[in-house]
């Protein structure tokens, strides 16, 4: 993958993760999202290929068969996935995983170099009310998410980094400066400070 770094953000559903990402797409050159495979229905509002790849479960299992995933789990009863293609496309471009932590976990055992960040409600009510204002789950599977996330949040010690959703502004700017923090240590700008250093070696 030649040098592009890898971030896996994390959360319970309903903590906001989709929306973080989108303001740090919008903000940072150089980054883009990696689209996941997933066999559950798809939504008005969603975009094929730009959202999820939305596929039957047939096609989701022989691709697993096929080795094509370099994560994938069951998450509220649908399978979800992240194409090995998905990381390797679009030449250095930096990449931003939004997966659960049963893919996080997969892909920490891959991706030796990825970054792992966790982003956390201010509270389990306030998780509660945001997926209620959603309006997109039943009761049952309102149930199921809530009680799948205080599942989700004791994996948050196994990350990297954990932002505190709590107002949206700043809980961005904190997903923001850890990927430009990223991006200026000595291991990812080697390539690049060449000419720099390169310059200091001539006359004048």
């Not at 892909?107 to 959603?134: C, D, N, Q």
């Not at 010690?157 to 961005?172: I, K, M, P, S």
Request: aromatic fraction near 8%; glycine fraction near 8%.
């Amino acid at each position: 993958m030649s040098g592009k770094m890898i971030y896996v953000i994390s959360g319970p559903s309903g903590c906001g993760k989709s929306t973080l990402i989108r303001r740090v797409l919008a903000r940072l050159d150089g980054v883009r999202f990696s689209v996941s495979h997933t066999t559950r229905e798809q939504r008005e509002s969603e975009v094929e290929g730009k959202d999820y790849y939305f596929v039957s479960q047939d096609r989701f299992l022989r691709l697993v068969k096929q080795k094509a995933f370099v994560e994938w789990a069951i998450v509220h009863g649908a399978y979800y996935g992240t194409s090995r293609r998905e990381l390797t496309k679009d030449g250095n471009l930096d990449v931003i995983l939004d997966i659960d932590v049963q893919g996080a976990a997969q892909v920490r055992k891959k991706v030796g170099t990825a970054v792992f960040i966790f982003v956390l409600p201010p509270s389990f009510r306030e998780l509660r009310k945001r997926i209620e204002k959603r309006g997109l789950d039943s009761a049952a599977a309102m149930r199921k998410r809530l009680a799948t996330a205080r599942k989700e949040v004791r994996s948050y010690t196994l990350f990297d980094y954990v932002v505190v959703n709590d107002r949206l502004e700043t809980a961005g700017r904190e997903l923001e400066s850890i990927l430009r923090c990223r991006r200026a240590r000595l291991a990812a700008r080697r390539k690049s400070l060449g000419p720099i250093l390169k310059s200091f070696l001539g006359k004048g």
